[in-house]
Structure formats: C-alpha cells, structure tokens
C-alpha cells in the first residue's frame, strides 16, 4: 500500500485563513494562532496515516491548509452521462454508497426546494439557522436537519441514509488523524459519540447537523463568506461548482477542478483547537460563478444544490488537554481540563460571525465583533 510521506508545509501553507480571519477580527486569535509558527521547527512531522477516499496527492493538505479532496472511485470505462435519476444512475455506476446516498439527496432536496414558500414555512427555523428551514432573498434558502423529527417527509430517507454513512466516515478519518498524531486510539473519535447516526427526537439532539443548499441565479457574486466552520470535520458536495478553499494565498476553486465524482472535507476549529492546531481549520466561500455559455441560450439549471455534513464533537463529552498531547501536538499553551466540549463550543462560536444569516444581521454581527475585539485592547 502506498503511503504520503509527510510533507513540509511550503511557505505559504503555513499562512492559513485561520491566521488571516484572526488578524482582522480578534487579537486574541491571533495569538492563539500564532502557536503552529511557535512549534513550528520543534515539533516532529506527522505520522503517515492515509485518509480514507484520499488520493495520495491530495493526503497532506488537510492538516496544512485544512481541506483535502475526497474522491469517490469509478470503475474502468464509465462515462458521465445526464441521467434521468439518481437511481438509474447509482445502477450504471456501481457508486460508492457515499456517492448514492448524496446522488438521492440531491434529487429530494431538489424537491423539497421546489414546494411553495408556504409549505417550506412550516419548517421554518426555530433555533436561528442551527435547525429547519431559512431563505435569504436573493442569495439562498438552506435547510438545516438536526433530527428524524425535524426533517420534512420527502428528506427523512435520504437524510438519515446519508449521515450514517457520513458519521461513519468521518469517524474513520478521525481515526486516521489520531494515527498521524500519536494520539491513542479514541482520544479524538470519543468526542463523536451520538453524532454518528441521525437520531429521533428533540430530545436526542446532537450538535452535528446536515444542510441542504440552494443557491440562487446566475449573478457573479459571493454567496457565502469566506470563514472556517466551527465543528470538527465538515465535508461539502456541490452539484455544480462555487465551493472555494483558501491556499494560503488566495481563493481555489476547488469543485472545478473536479473532474471525477469528488467532494471536500474540511478541518473545523474545533479539530483545530484539539490537534493543538496542528491541523489548520480550512478557509472557504461559495462563489456564484455567472451565467455559463450554452449553446442554445437556454439556461436550464437556476441553482446550485450543495450537501454541506458538519460533524461537531457532542456537547457531553469532557475535554481534557493532557490526553491529547503527543509528542507530535506538543503541549497546549493554555490547558483545559474537564472542561465539556459543549462550553468550549460557545467559546468558539461567539469569536465568530454567522455567515448563513440575514445580510442585514451578518452585518451586525462583524460590528459587534469588530468592536468587541477593538476594546479587548
Ligand atoms: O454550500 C457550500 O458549498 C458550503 C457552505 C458552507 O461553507 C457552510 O455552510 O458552512
Ligand atoms: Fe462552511
């Protein structure tokens, strides 16, 4: 089996969003992210360890910059042809149960958007847009699925298919990250707990959640800010390229380099910070590319559809520094024990502006940061 040797992050790796977010909007942060410089030439390189569904090419991103491309494989001589269904399809294919389950979500999410306002009404967001439906005119309706209960009849399926294969999966990269870290075995994965699998009821809620997007028209524009998402792994899948990942340098679009089935995983602050930010939280933005030529003039699609998978590490479970200290991490500068992955969550979340809000309140929101962060001194 091949292996990716570890490789030495390039000058302008090692300037990640991360840095570059932190440097405008906190001064705090920019402490905290000025820690991978400080270790920099003491701590040992990453332990090989491949990343499931990652090119060799493609392993050592995640932990320099924070994404990485997962390919889906496809058999000898397979076209892509437009087909009439996910399912028909998923049967030409033979595709990676992954890839089925994101073909259908795609065909119902489409038919979810495609309700009259009205009816989408009824799953209106209850908890901001961390659960249910939100539209942003203009820019974007998404949905977000916390739970069987709150997830429409025509999602339920595809949904709960989907996120068990991708609990799964991204508990096995989890897996693969403790390795390349020396950390013992579920010193990470721990933190997935019930996230795993899409549960039942309100009251079984985890901190995970599956967004559904459409994205809307053809204006060149920005439809998503650039940030970093604040779980711990995220991975998005687009059905027409706009997703960009942040190199250090600037903006790749990433999904248009994709010619094969393929979709991005991210790093996430909260792997940032377990990882003692030896893995850098991917920089992105959803970009709107503009009317693409077609032949005959005729514009048949309108939207972009993404699934975006967010796995948060459950509120209950404890985090304790010392266990995630290797010689490969280092030590953490400031530690933290018994502190539950929840609280350290909010700590998190209130650095950071909500990029899937009202344009109007997102405005707000970087006001109030800025200021915060400008009397903090
Ligand atoms: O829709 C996408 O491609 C990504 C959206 C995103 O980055 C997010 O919701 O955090
Ligand atoms: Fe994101």
């Known amino acids: 089996m091949a292996t990716a040797a570890p490789v030495k992050p390039s000058s302008s790796d090692r300037f990640s969003i991360s840095n570059l977010i932190s440097h405008f909007w906190s001064k705090r942060r920019r402490r905290l992210a000025e820690i991978p410089r400080q270790y920099e030439d003491q701590r040992p390189p990453l332990i090989p360890s491949l990343l499931p569904l990652v090119l060799p090419e493609h392993q050592h991103t995640l932990s320099n910059l924070g994404w990485t491309t997962v390919t889906f494989p496809r058999s000898e001589g397979q076209t892509i042809v437009p087909s009439a269904s996910a399912e028909s399809e998923n049967a030409a294919y033979g595709a ?76 096995s990269c989890l897996s693969r990250i403790e390795t390349s870290l020396s950390m013992h075995e579920d010193c990470l994965c721990k933190f997935v707990g019930p996230c795993k699998n899409l549960q039942e009821g309100a009251q079984d809620r985890t901190a995970t959640m599956l967004r559904l997007f459409r994205y809307e028209g053809w204006d060149e524009k920005i439809v998503a800010e650039p940030h970093a998402d604040l779980g711990l792994l995220s991975f998005v899948v687009g059905n027409v ?137």
């Open 96 to 171: 990676h149960p992954l890839q089925s389950a994101y073909r259908e979500l795609f065909e119902v999410a489409e038919k979810f958007f495609e309700l009259p306002d009205a009816e989408k009404e009824k799953w209106k967001s209850r908890l901001g847009s961390e659960e249910g439906w939100s539209k942003i005119p203009g820019e974007k309706e998404f949905i977000t699925l916390r739970t069987i209960g709150g997830t429409p009849e025509v999602l339920k399926a595809a949904a709960k298919r989907y996120w068990d294969l991708m609990g799964t999966y991204l508990s």
């Open 241 to 377: 390229p706009g997703l960009e990942v942040w190199d250090g340098g600037g903006f790749v679009p990433i999904e248009k380099e994709y010619v094969h089935p393929a979709g991005t995983l991210l790093a996430g602050r909260q792997l940032e910070r377990y990882t003692n930010f030896r893995y850098s939280a991917g920089g992105h933005r959803v970009v709107s590319y503009g009317k693409p030529p077609t032949e005959s003039g005729v514009l048949d699609k309108h939207y972009r559809f993404s699934i975006v998978f967010v796995l948060r590490a459950h509120e209950d479970v404890v985090v304790d520094s010392e266990e995630l200290e290797t010689e490969v991490t280092g030590n953490w500068r400031e530690p933290v024990r018994g502190v539950k992955a929840g609280t350290l969550y909010e700590e998190v979340r209130r650095m950071h502006f909500n990029i899937n809000t009202g344009i109007k309140e997102r405005e707000g929101q970087r006001r109030r940061l800025e200021a915060r962060n400008k009397g903090s001194g």
